[in-house]
T-cell receptor, first 112, second 113 residues
Framework: DGGITQSPKYLFRKEGQNVTLSCEQN?????MYWYRQDPGQGLRLIYY???????QKGDIAEGYSVSREKKESFPLTVTSAQKNPTAFYLC???????????FGPGTRLTVL | DQQVKQNSPSLSVQEGRISILNCDYT??????FLWYKKYPAEGPTFLIS?????DKNEDGRFTVFLNKSAKHLSLHIVPSQPGDSAVYFC????????????FGAGTRLAVHP
């Protein structure tokens, strides 16, 4: 079955700690994305990667970091510099170019 | 500055009737539009899309209409079913961009018997 997996589904972190969210896809998609959703708001783009070993900042990249060492994987690190990290995080992928993005099931991060 | 707006936060429709979800946009350079459906604590699921060169696209019970002059997009669901109850997001892609999706805030649809 092709798809996008995110783990874990729920994550708790103490204030001041870094945490890494996993995103894996076996769709052979070139492009991958990280979004954040807050209550009552649409999704906002954190980072995106159009190809392996390349990534770009989205609209709200401050306090986050990513890597793209493999086509299948695009992990997101939420650093202690992110002022309001509690949110629902969504990973997506697409073939590339203007095209449909497909989303994973999401990770809900709560900072205690 | 919201480039994609869904002005109705919620909509309630009776089962079997038509649901119409609306979306307005401000940037005339958007050239591709998508609708996603989202259940709580899950990722959005792609529903239907439309290119800016078209004014209508249909897929089963779902039809998307695009009015470029009015910068308006709508999703029609007919007939509505209880399983359609979810949050619906409108999204747009900028031409010449890197496939960045710009989302509206979403409309919560409730279909009741």
């Amino acid at each position: 079955d092709g798809g996008i997996t995110q783990s874990p589904k729920y994550l708790f972190r103490k204030e001041g700690q870094n945490v890494t969210l996993s995103c894996e896809q076996n769709l052979n998609h070139d492009a991958m994305y990280w979004y954040r959703q807050d209550p009552g708001q649409g999704l906002r783009l954190i980072y995106y990667s159009q190809i392996v070993n390349d990534f770009q900042k989205g609209d709200i990249a401050e306090g986050y970091s990513v890597s793209r060492e493999k086509k299948e994987s695009f992990p997101l690190t939420v650093t202690s510099a992110q002022k309001n990290p509690t949110a629902f995080y969504l990973c997506a992928s697409s073939i590339g170019g203007p095209d449909t993005q497909y989303f994973g099931p999401g990770t809900r991060l709560t900072v205690l | 500055d919201q480039q994609v707006k869904q002005n109705s936060p919620s909509l309630s429709v009776q089962e079997g009737r038509i649901s119409i979800l609306n979306c307005d946009y401000t940037n005339s350079m958007f050239d591709y539009f998508l609708w996603y459906k989202k259940y709580p604590a899950e990722g959005p699921t792609f529903l239907i899309s439309i290119s800016s060169i078209k004014d209508k696209n249909e897929d089963g019970r779902f039809t998307v209409f695009l009015n470029k002059s009015a910068k308006h997009l709508s999703l029609h669901i007919v007939p509505s079913q209880p399983g359609d109850s979810a949050v619906y997001f409108c999204a747009a892609i900028l031409s010449g961009g890197y496939n960045k999706l710009i989302f509206g805030a979403g409309t919560r649809l409730a279909v009741h018997p």
